[in-house]
């Protein structure tokens, strides 16, 4: 699927819940050329089922002329059957109810400046949430964009339309960033610094997806935007992927401009689960018959790092190689010990060897000289018989030790034939 998307889905179809998120999520924030901007009032009022509200929740944005002109702390009436419920919109210009009766008749309305405007009535939903959008009319001066005229040194923030999409794999990660970058100015703007990012640590693969703006270009896992931007939304779509060999990552990524909500969708594949400190809730939804995390989140301030954390993700348990990796290691230490023991042990044998022939050859020296001695009368006779019973007996002991040790006959350890053999010697 990852190679498909970098393809742009020719070499395999995208899957199903990645092109029904793109459909549901990425159509309003699809810049178009300004000459084909859609009105925002003919679409407004008209509720629009979304994942990533809490079950029997309704938002309400409220904007002035179009969708870069919130207008905040303004009261917003939600009627529910006969009662009349009344939130104030955020900065974001949204007011949302909560913990409706499932299919309660409802309408939302507000009044601005003297305009009054309403939404089209339909029923509290039992699963997931409703979005609305109320467009009051913009009477200032000045509220045309120009396009054409020159860039000027501006800010740009990363909308609230803006997603991030996360497919686990065997042992990776897919992540999909759709950024609706706005620019609020009615003429194009350069960033006092340039709009680029580096994808999460230990990304591969970053490519830009099919959709995304001409401005957008990758180098590495590094993705710039080339301005200056124009007036209204410029849509940012990358792709990478993550490593997750141990069934855990986490994503942390730095943004150049401020977000001001972010919404996650994660691909429910065994026991996954996603945790942030920065997520104000999260459900578990189906689609496309297969389930998924949705999670949304505030506004984020541009440097502050946005985390994500997946845990339980697919992956094989590192046991068997760690074991094997240890015997192999002891294997190669046993080996390595035995060789260079093997020298020293065989020059210890040797020297032995040596010495015990020496020590032989010695003792037979003096029972040669011993028994010469004997006619001479040099020694009494008890004297002699003792010194020559002290002799032989060592000279067994000193055979007795080179029979054990392999060869120590007459022919290995006195291949010259010099010893003769102990009964020549006469007795006593």
Not at 35 to 45: F, L, N
Not at 93 to 121: I, M, P
Not at 152 to 159: D, E, L, M
Not at 358 to 384: C, I, T
Request: hydrophobic residues 45%; aromatic residues 4%.
């Amino acid at each position: 699927m990852f190679r498909a998307l970098r393809s742009g889905c020719k070499a395999a179809p995208c899957p199903p819940w990645l092109l029904a998120c793109l459909a549901g999520w990425l159509l309003l924030a699809s810049p178009l050329p300004a000459q084909q901007m859609p009105d925002p009032k003919q679409m407004a009022g008209i509720p629009r089922p979304v994942t990533d509200l809490p079950n029997g929740a309704v938002s309400v944005r409220l904007v002035r002329g179009d969708l870069s002109k919130n207008i905040t702390n303004h009261p917003v009436e939600l009627r529910v059957g006969s009662g009349v419920q009344m939130v104030r919109t955020d900065d974001m210009g949204r007011a949302e109810f909560r913990n409706l009766t499932a299919g309660a008749r409802v309408k939302a309305t507000a009044d601005v400046d003297g305009e009054h405007l309403e939404s089209q009535e339909f029923p509290a939903p039992s699963q997931g949430g409703i979005r609305l959008l109320l467009v009051a009319t913009d009477t200032s001066q000045g509220a045309k964009t120009e396009p054409d005229a020159p860039a000027i040194t501006g800010a740009v923030v990363i909308g609230s339309r803006s997603r991030i999409l996360v497919e686990p794999g065997e042992e990776t990660v897919q992540i999909y960033y759709v950024l609706d970058v706005v620019n609020n100015a009615p003429t194009p703007v350069n960033p006092a610094t340039p709009f680029a990012f580096d994808m999460p640590r230990g990304a591969t693969g970053t490519t830009v997806l099919p959709g995304s703006s001409p401005l957008v270009k990758v180098d590495g896992p590094r993705v710039q935007v080339q301005g200056p931007f124009p007036p209204g939304s410029t849509l940012v779509q990358v792709a990478c992927e993550l490593p997750a060999a141990s069934g855990s990552v986490d994503i942390r990524q730095l943004f150049p401009a401020a977000v001001e909500q972010f919404a996650v969708l994660v691909k429910k594949v065994g026991a996954v689960t996603l945790t942030s400190p920065q997520i104000a809730g999260q459900q578990e939804v189906a689609a496309q018959g297969e389930l998924f995390i949705a999670a949304t989140g505030g506004a984020v301030a541009a440097g502050q790092p946005l985390v994500l954390s997946l845990a339980n993700l697919p992956h094989h348990s590192q046991t068997p190689r760690m074991v094997a990796l240890a015997l192999a290691a002891a294997l190669v230490l046993v080996g390595a010990w035995t060789v260079a023991r093997a020298p020293a042990s065989l020059a210890a044998d040797n020297a032995g060897r040596k010495r015990l022939i020496a020590r032989r050859e010695k003792l037979f020296g003096e029972l040669v000289r011993l028994e010469h001695d004997r006619p001479n009368g040099r020694a009494n006779e008890q004297r002699y018989s003792a010194r020559r019973e002290e002799l032989l007996a060592a000279l067994e002991h000193v055979y007795s030790t080179l029979d054990d040790e392999g060869g120590g006959g007459p022919n290995a350890a006195d291949p010259a034939g010099l010893v003769a053999p102990l009964d020549s010697l006469g007795a006593p």
